[in-house]
Structures are given as structure tokens and as C-alpha cells.
T-cell receptor, first 114, second 116 residues
Framework: GDSVTQMEGPVTLSEEAFLTINCTYT??????LFWYVQYPGEGLQLLLK?????DKGSNKGFEATYRKETTSFHLEKGSVQVSDSAVYFC?????????????FGSGTRLQVQP | GAGVSQSPSNKVTEKGKDVELRCDPISGHTALYWYRQSLGQGLEFLIY????????KSGLPSDRFSAERTGGSVSTLTIQRTQQEDSAVYLC??????????????FGPGTRLTVT
């Protein structure tokens, strides 16, 4: 079945540091890939998405590129802020199953210190 | 416009009682999903509704769990004879098919269920 593996946290960075959160996936066919973010005390929000190979999703300074050859969708940001502290979830949606429900990774907690 | 809403936001119940959780999706969204977020299991898919098609119940953990969606809109997730392991945050999401065939899911704030 489909699965998503992401790096374990917590990831602790200083403000303005470079961020990478690794995500790899296993899926049949050609899934859509997503990053969701959950800020403290809030619900899940879609951060960015990519629907086909080599697509780059971007939002709020975050980027991720759909790499079919390495089955990866790593999240990056050039300069993190304290307000980026949250839990980040990588997810995929498999069109082939017709269900399109999301399969999530385990989440990575990011802590940004001033 | 209004997002996905869920009620109640918190529910504390005694073991063995039944509970009902409600989800109001974004108007016009044809697909509705229930997920569960717990410490031990992460985010798990429970059930999926698409239009008038039969729901995909493949993620329901036991026959104590059921869900319905009335009129293609509001959905209710029911847990019968609750157990302590049912304690979790129950998330609802809705989505609309986008050009190119992708779906973008929008999540509600969740219902935190505590079984004592």
C-alpha cells in the first residue's frame, strides 16, 4: 500500500537558518504530493502541493519539488522564522485508487529559536 | 467563505457510551473525509464520501465506528460503546476536484474526544 516516510523531529533551528525536512513516498501510479502544517492549537492547513513529476510547489517561502526518480518531496525554506514553529506533515493522494484520501507521514515538529 | 466546521470541539465521555461527531463541509465540496489523529497512530484515514457513491469505509478500525452523510452535505461520525483507545482528535476534511484531476483537502479544526 501507499506510505510516506518523513524525518523524525523535533528539528530545532535558529531564526534565519536553512530548513530541510525530508519526505519519501511509496505509491502505485502517480500520486499528488502535499505538505500540510499544523500550528500550535490550530487545525491542519495545506502549505503547498505538486501534482506531477518535476512540479515545484511553493508558498510562504517554503518549496518542495516532486522528484519521481527518487520518490521524494523534501520541504525547504531558505530562512526560517519563529512563526514557522509548527508540525509539518508530508502526504500523498493516490489517484489510481479512486479514493484520493490522504496518506500522511508521521509529522516533523519544527522549533525555531530567536 | 466559511471553512469546514466541526462540533463539538471537545467531548469527554465515559467508556461504553456512544458519541456523535458532526462535520459541516465547505459548501459545494463533493468529497468528505474523516481522519483520526492520535499520539500512537499519527493521522489515519477513516472513511470517504464522494457525491452519491457508496462510501469507502476501508479505514474504519472496527464495527463500532460508522458514518453517514445526509443530502450530500453534513456528515456524522458515530462511535458506539466507546473505548479508551478511541481517544483522539477526529478531523473532517472536504475537497473539490480541481482542473487536472487533483484534489485539495481542507480540514476542520477537529473534535478532541476523551474517553474516561
Amino acid at each position: 500500500g501507499d506510505s510516506v516516510t518523513q524525518m523524525e523531529g523535533p528539528v530545532t533551528l535558529s531564526e534565519e537558518a536553512f530548513l530541510t525536512i525530508n519526505c519519501t513516498y511509496t505509491a502505485t501510479g502517480y500520486p499528488s504530493l502535499f505538505w500540510y502544517v499544523q500550528y500550535p492549537g490550530e487545525g491542519l492547513q495545506l502549505l503547498l502541493k505538486a501534482t506531477k513529476a518535476d512540479d515545484k510547489g511553493s508558498n510562504k517561502g517554503f518549496e518542495a519539488t516532486y522528484r519521481k526518480e527518487t520518490t521524494s518531496f523534501h520541504l525547504e525554506k531558505g530562512s526560517v522564522q519563529v512563526s514557522d514553529s509548527a508540525v509539518y506533515f508530508c502526504a500523498l493522494s493516490s489517484l489510481d485508487t479512486g479514493r484520493r484520501a490522504l496518506t500522511f507521514g508521521s509529522g516533523t515538529r519544527l522549533q525555531v529559536q530567536p | 467563505g466559511a471553512g469546514v466546521s466541526q462540533s463539538p470541539s471537545n467531548k469527554v465521555t465515559e467508556k461504553g457510551k456512544d458519541v456523535e461527531l458532526r462535520c459541516d463541509p465547505i459548501s459545494g465540496h463533493t468529497a468528505l473525509y474523516w481522519y483520526r489523529q492520535s499520539l500512537g497512530q499519527g493521522l489515519e484515514f477513516l472513511i470517504y464520501f464522494q457525491g452519491n457513491s457508496a462510501p469507502d469505509k476501508s479505514g474504519l478500525p472496527s464495527d463500532r465506528f460508522s458514518a453517514e452523510r445526509t443530502g450530500g452535505s453534513v456528515s456524522t461520525l458515530t462511535i458506539q460503546r466507546t473505548q479508551q483507545e478511541d481517544s483522539a482528535v477526529y478531523l473532517c476534511a472536504s475537497s473539490l476536484r480541481l482542473a487536472g484531476g487533483s484534489y485539495e483537502q481542507y480540514f476542520g479544526p477537529g473534535t478532541r474526544l476523551t474517553v474516561t
